[in-house]
């Protein structure tokens, strides 16, 4: 078998793994699941993913279950949750998917004895790389 003369081809500085790879998003992610049970009212829990996310799913596992996921922790409201920038999920297998990319969520009980499950749908490029979500529609 020959071998490939790979100086034949183009090697492009800057185009491999990254936030603004198209590629990086259309492969399968990686599977990552996570998640809390018997959180009391008003308890934060931040959840971390090792990678930056393609998507992120939700899921309400507690059958009284009322859980407000934000991009940002309310600790430090900006406008979190006055701003309406909270989604919600109820009641046991209540569900909701963020197609976005993102290295970490908050998940907020809104009543006792509230639990969820995350699954994050990973990408190859690393958290460093994703910028803080604040802004409009986040924090303002």
Same mark, same amino acid.
Request: hydrophobic residues 35%; negative net charge.
């Given at each position: ?51 930056? +996310?393609?998507?992120?799913? !939700?899921?309400? /596992?507690?059958? #009284? ?8 922790? =309310? *600790? %430090? ?35 006792? +004895?509230?639990?969820?499950? !995350?699954?994050? /749908?990973?990408? #190859? ?8 979500? =604040? *802004? %409009?529609?986040?924090?303002?």
């Amino acid at each position: 078998m020959a071998e490939i003369d790979d100086s034949k081809f183009i090697s492009y500085p800057g185009h491999g793994v990254g936030l603004r790879n198209v590629g990086s998003y259309q492969a399968s992610g990686h599977p990552y699941l996570t998640g809390a049970s018997d959180m009391y009212d008003g308890e934060e829990k931040q959840v971390v993913f090792p990678f930056v +996310t393609k998507s992120v799913t !939700v899921t309400a /596992s507690g059958s #009284n279950s009322v859980i407000g996921i934000t991009f940002n922790s =309310t *600790g %430090s409201d900006g406008g979190v949750i006055t701003g309406k920038h909270v989604a919600y999920v109820q009641g046991l297998g209540g569900t909701f998917t963020f197609d976005v990319k993102c290295k970490e969520i908050w998940c907020h009980a809104l009543n006792a +004895t509230s639990g969820f499950v !995350v699954y994050g /749908s990973l990408t #190859n490029i690393a958290t460093e790389r994703m910028y803080i979500l =604040t *802004g %409009s529609g986040l924090t303002d």
